[in-house]
């Protein structure tokens, strides 16, 4: 508890002030902090604010603790107010930029097709650039993700492969304190759930599916249509006015009307402080030579929103190219991601964070494609 003496002078609101030159009209009274909580009482009103205790081990690098003081009151705009003054350091993570360690065991990307036993694994150099966010009193917080940018990667007698930062795919969430369950993340695609007469009998029959084995709907492709829209396609240029592409193989042909799903959960796991879960935005092609700029595309895969965790993922395809086999072929991909804690992130270290993702394609040029990414900060 700390306890002083303050003055407070309540203005209008949208006044003028100068708070170095303004006069008190009441004097000096003791207040009383806490890091514990703090209770104001008004009249019938009442209000309790939380603080936050001190690191006294790390109190120089920014302790992130809270002094809470009750502020009960009465204004003559608005009558007795019951409040709470709590001072507090910048409690946001930061903002960071993740130079990525490339190589096979470390930043990298394994690439499944069909007819090929071993993934194609290529390192990856870059940078990601995270956000976090301000936690709440639980620890938990909700911030921001995004792949900056990430070095083409040549593949002699291929091409190159480019991997370059697609659309935003929503919050990413830190929990500070481990305590809300875990964000491993579990990826299940399936290249035939069954027939469809558009994309919206598609979308309908993929929540069903997901359902049934507790996991959330993620995206849905009725084939002979442009994307999400119920427009009959046979091929891409059918789709160009609509800014959509052509679900299922080029041309379709006969894989028309078949409901291709993808489900994904980030609910699972245990119990890890400074866990993490970034939803990133990403666009895989295969181009002749760099740069990256898709002017000489030889594979789209198109565009995805990938869960990146500091956890434990598993990913699958099944009924991989509207067979029976999987990708990967001897079944799902396991990875594991490692966490920092959020003193680190604090303190402005990156240094050792990995997450672990994954991205399905359907229709390629390729035929359907799984890939899993592994990002390791320096």
């Not at 006044?15 to 207040?31: G, R």
């Not at 481990?178 to 007469?197: F, L, M, P, R």
């Not at 490692?338 to 303190?347: E, I, N, R, V, Y």
């Amino acid at each position: 508890m700390l306890i002083v003496q303050q003055q407070v002078e309540p203005l209008d609101s949208g006044a003028p002030f100068d708070c170095a030159n303004v006069t008190f009209s009441s004097p000096p009274q003791t207040w009383a902090y806490t890091t514990t909580s703090a209770l104001a009482v008004k009249g019938g009103l009442a209000i309790s604010v939380a603080g936050a205790p001190f690191d006294c081990g790390a109190f120089a690098e920014g302790h992130r603790g809270r002094l809470a003081a009750p502020f009960p009151l009465t204004l003559s705009s608005a009558g007795d107010v019951a409040s709470v003054l709590r001072l507090s350091e910048d409690d946001s993570l930061g903002e960071h930029a993740c130079t990525l360690v490339p190589g096979p065991d470390a930043s990298r990307v394994a690439v499944h097709v069909a007819g090929v036993d071993d993934p194609l694994v290529l390192p990856l150099s870059g940078a990601l650039s995270f956000n976090p966010g301000t936690p709440y009193s639980d620890g938990t917080s909700y911030g921001s993700c995004s792949v900056v940018n990430i070095d083409p990667v040549d593949v002699p007698g291929l091409g190159v492969v480019c991997l370059t930062p697609s659309f935003a795919c929503g919050q990413s969430y830190t929990d500070c304190n481990g305590t809300s369950g875990g964000k491993d993340v579990e990826v299940h695609s399936d290249g035939d759930i069954g027939a469809c007469s558009d994309s919206y009998t598609c979308e309908n029959e993929c929540y069903t599916y997901c359902s049934q084995r507790g996991l959330y709907q993620s995206q849905s492709f009725c084939t002979g249509f442009c994307g999400g829209y119920s427009i009959s396609c046979e091929n891409d240029a059918d789709c160009q006015f609509y800014g959509q592409t052509c679900n299922g193989p080029e041309p379709v042909g006969q894989a028309a009307n078949i409901c291709q799903c993808t489900c994904s959960s980030s609910n699972e796991g245990g119990t890890r402080p400074g866990q993490m879960l970034c939803n990133a935005g990403i666009d895989l092609r295969l181009e002749a030579a760099a740069p990256c700029d898709a002017a000489d595309t030889i594979v789209d895969l198109g565009s995805q929103c990938a869960m990146l965790t500091t956890g434990y993922l598993v990913n699958l395809i099944s009924d991989a190219n509207f067979g029976a086999g999987t990708l990967p072929v001897d079944g799902p991909a396991e990875l594991s991601g490692t966490q920092l804690s959020c003193s680190d992130l604090s303190a402005g270290q990156t240094s050792g964070l990995t997450t672990v993702g994954a991205a399905n394609f359907f229709g390629s040029n390729l035929g359907d494609v799984a890939a899993e990414f592994v990002m390791q900060c320096q």
